[in-house]
Structure formats: C-alpha cells, structure tokens
C-alpha cells in the first residue's frame, strides 16, 4: 500500500484559492483498497456458496436411490431433525436452487464492482505494483519533475501494492 509520495503535494489537495481540488493520494489508495476487498470477499463467498452446492449435489444424488419412507437426519438452525427421505429431498432441492441464484447474484454484484474498479483506476491513474515496470518508473520521473516546480497535471499517478 505504498502511495508514490512525490504526487502527495500540496497541489492535489488544495489549489490557489484554499478549495479542495480532490481527495488526496492516500484517500484514493484507501477507498481502492476498500473496493478490491469488497470484491475479494464477494469471490470467497461465491466460491464458499459453490462448495455447498456440491454438497448439496452429492446428498441429492445419494438420498435419490434410498426409500422414501426411510427416515433421514437434517440439520436445521443447528437441531439435528428427523425426517423421512420424501420430505428432506424436495427442500434440498429448493436449497440447491436458492443458493445459485444467491451465486448469480454474487457474480453480477462482482461483475459490477470489477467495472467500478477499472474506472476507477482510470480516474485517479492508479498502477499496481509490478504492472507495466518501465511506465511506473518513467511516471515517477514524471511525477518529480512535477513536484520540482514543473507543470501541473490533473490526474496525478498512485503507486498501489
């Protein structure tokens, strides 16, 4: 999380007249990393709902060829419940649909933040560590030859880890 601190100048947070002119270097690095933590959590929880899914599927498959008068044992709210065969297997089935339509959702939802990302690495002209090694070091020339008394530019670049 290294801002390239010779674009954390007076001039990206004030201008001539005292008014903010934008957030600063360190504003821009956090609410960045913000947005890519809400898309890495919405990732765990997708691949974590996949995983029921699964286990769902192999119960499914397994409660399929077994009597339907049997009885079965379902965990529900943390009770371990007994029910027959026929009763379990229809509500394991509305599960395994609900979840993939939550897993749907959970892609579009990311899907979204992804292209909010990109924006707004764009905006702010924001490069991640390791990507693209010989422009970061010719934006951090750039940038200190802005910072010496040089011209001023209205997208200043931030180095994010």
Do not use: W
């Amino acid at each position: 999380m290294a801002a390239n601190s010779s674009s954390t100048g007076s001039k990206s947070t004030t201008s001539a007249g005292g008014k903010q002119s934008g957030p600063s270097a360190e504003q821009v690095v956090a609410t960045f990393q913000r947005m890519r933590q809400e898309q890495r959590s919405m990732a765990s929880k997708s691949a974590e709902l996949e995983m029921d899914i699964n286990e769902h599927s192999l119960v499914v498959d397994a409660l399929k060829d077994v009597d339907p008068t049997r009885k079965c044992f379902r965990l529900v709210g943390g009770v371990l419940v007994e029910r027959t065969v026929k009763e379990v297997l229809p509500a394991l089935e509305n599960n395994k649909e609900q979840i993939s339509k939550i897993i749907d959702s959970i892609n579009t939802q990311m899907q979204s933040k992804g292209r909010e990302l990109t924006e707004y690495r764009e905006r702010y002209n924001i490069r991640l560590v390791g990507e693209g090694e010989g422009e970061t070091q010719g934006q951090s020339a750039t940038a200190s030859r802005d910072s010496e008394g040089g011209g001023s530019k209205s997208g200043t670049g931030v180095l994010v880890s």
